[in-house]
């Protein structure tokens, strides 16, 4: 059975200001690197509450805080780790 991953990244404007705006690029670049883009749904979301916990990343149904680009690569790392062993 097929499992789905989706990755939905806040681009709210606290969220977006704070430096998803470049983790956005990060996560482009790292789906293409590890020949994910066909298998994972990326999709900007709008504000998903909580700001000051901020920024948001969701990686299928669990919400990451605190994102950046010092730390979104680990976290994909760990959250997309299934998806990269079978690819």
Same mark, same amino acid.
């Given at each position: 059975?097929?499992?789905?991953?989706?990755i939905? *990244?806040?681009?709210?404007?606290?969220? #977006?200001? $704070?430096?998803?705006r @470049?983790?956005?690029?990060? !996560?482009?670049?790292?789906? $293409?690197k590890?020949?994910? @883009?066909?298998?994972? *749904? #990326?999709?900007?979301? $709008?504000?998903l509450?909580?700001?000051?916990?901020?920024? #948001?990343?969701? *990686?299928?149904g669990?919400? *990451?805080?605190?994102?950046?680009?010092?730390? !979104?690569?680990?976290i994909?790392?760990?959250e997309?780790?299934?998806? !990269? $062993? !079978?690819?």
């Amino acid at each position: 059975m097929k499992q789905s991953y989706e990755i939905e *990244i806040c681009l709210g404007s606290s969220c #977006f200001s $704070r430096g998803n705006r @470049d983790v956005v690029q990060v !996560i482009r670049e790292y789906l $293409r690197k590890n020949h994910l @883009d066909d298998k994972v *749904i #990326f999709r900007g979301a $709008r504000c998903l509450g909580n700001c000051s916990e901020g920024p #948001f990343v969701v *990686i299928n149904g669990k919400l *990451i805080e605190k994102t950046d680009v010092s730390n !979104i690569e680990k976290i994909l790392d760990t959250e997309l780790a299934d998806l !990269i $062993r !079978i690819s």
